[in-house]
């Protein structure tokens, strides 16, 4: 398994505004993933987060409204740039273990954009 | 295409009784099979995987899935149902490409246990 955190774990921000959301995890991994869980509804990949290169989105995710940054092997960051209402969901980081088929998840970050 | 489908959205049973979720895949290859469980303001746990071998996996909390091939399902199962079952499940396969690794996530079940 894995042990993983998120911060912030929730946050309530204006619009136009970004923030940045943290991912460590217990252990050095190769891939992290970033989701989003819009409410009432199922995970959407946003991007696949490799150390040492550049993410990889997924379609409908753009690296300007969603930069990611993966400085070693276990720890990561997503923003959401100039947010609005619609951005208002539950961001979660993944992490691959198990032989590389299996993904644990962290706590989730929990967004609210007024 | 690659799909997961989770027929039933929402799903009410009295606590003690049985329990069965559905999941059905779309998916060329042997899949490899995974539900989770979302609890309220919580992210996502492992219940259980399958690669492959048994067809009967267990898993944690008494869950246990079978994986029939010929119906292509993952059903979720589990014989006597707590009230802290309540949850949100989510079923996924994990699906490969060229030189990518990805879940492909059902749109997930919300139980609800009645006292």
């Known amino acids: 398994s894995a042990v993983i955190s998120q911060k912030p774990s929730r946050d309530i921000c204006q619009r136009g505004t970004s923030l940045t959301i943290q991912c460590q995890v217990d252990?050095?991994?190769?891939?992290m993933f970033w989701y989003r869980q819009q409410p009432g509804q199922s995970l959407t990949l946003i991007a696949t987060?490799?150390?040492?290169?550049?993410?990889?989105?997924e379609s409908g995710f753009v690296i300007d409204k969603f930069p990611i940054s993966r400085p070693n092997l276990t720890f990561s960051t997503l923003t959401v740039s100039n947010m609005s209402p619609e951005d208002s969901s539950i961001y979660l980081c993944?992490?691959?273990?198990?032989?590389?088929?299996?993904?644990?998840f962290g706590p989730g970050t929990r967004l609210l954009v007024l | 295409a690659q799909s997961v489908t989770q027929p039933d959205i929402h799903i009410t049973v009295s606590e003690g009784a049985s329990l069965e979720l559905r999941c059905n895949y779309s998916?060329?290859?042997?899949?490899?099979l995974f539900w989770y469980v979302q609890s309220p303001g919580q992210g996502l746990q492992l219940l259980l995987k399958?690669?492959?071998?048994?067809?009967l996996v267990q898993g944690i909390k008494g869950f246990e899935a079978e994986f029939k091939r010929s119906q292509s399902s993952f059903n979720l199962r589990k014989p006597s149902v707590h009230w802290s079952d309540a949850a949100e499940y989510f079923c996924?396969?994990?699906?490969?490409?060229?030189?990518?690794?990805?879940?492909?996530f059902g749109t997930g079940t919300r139980l609800k246990v009645l006292a």
């Open positions: 993944s992490v691959l273990r198990d032989r590389g088929e299996t993904q644990y």
């Open positions: 252990s050095q991994v190769t891939m």
């Open positions: 987060a490799n150390q040492g290169s550049e993410a990889t989105y």
């Open positions: 998916y060329g290859a042997t899949p490899y």
């Open positions: 399958y690669f492959s071998g048994d067809t």
């Open positions: 996924a396969v994990g699906a490969r490409g060229s030189g990518t690794y990805k879940y492909i």
